[in-house]
């Protein structure tokens, strides 16, 4: 099983996200799990349906480049490689996701539940990036 997941991460031709359907349904995945979402929090934040949602936490979503969904997907990826370089833990990221940010006026983690919440959240913890790539 383990060399199954492998061919099909080393599968993907173009490796950029913003390009390829493959990689941003990988990203997607990848973002998603390393948040800790659920099927529902995925629903609610990329505003999508429970089968979608399902099939992005599965693996088996391609999401069209250019697309809404690809523009929200695009700003989970940015958000989770984000929190990634600001914070280098999961505890620390989630300590911050889920406490009062004043510039937001809200936890984020609350906030990603919105419709502009999402890109708020994102563009708030880029301002604290060393090395973010977008």
Do not use: F
């Not at 990988?26 to 995925?42: H, I, M, N, T």
Request: with cysteine; net charge neutral.
């Amino acid at each position: 099983m383990q060399t199954h997941a492998l061919t099909q991460a080393v599968d993907v031709r173009r490796g950029n996200a913003r390009e390829s359907s493959e990689a941003l349904a990988l990203d997607a995945r990848r973002a998603a799990a390393g948040l800790g979402l659920s099927a529902p929090d995925l629903e609610a934040l990329l505003e999508i349906d429970a089968s979608t949602a399902a099939s992005i936490r599965s693996g088996g979503a391609r999401i069209q480049s250019g697309s809404a969904l690809a523009t929200r997907v695009l700003l989970l990826v940015r958000l989770q490689r984000a929190l990634g370089d600001v914070y280098g833990s999961v505890d620390q990221a989630n300590q911050w996701l889920d406490a009062v940010e004043p510039s937001l006026g809200d936890k984020p983690r609350a906030l990603l539940r919105t419709h502009d919440g999402l890109g708020r959240v994102v563009s708030q913890i880029e301002r604290r990036c060393k090395d973010c790539l977008w």
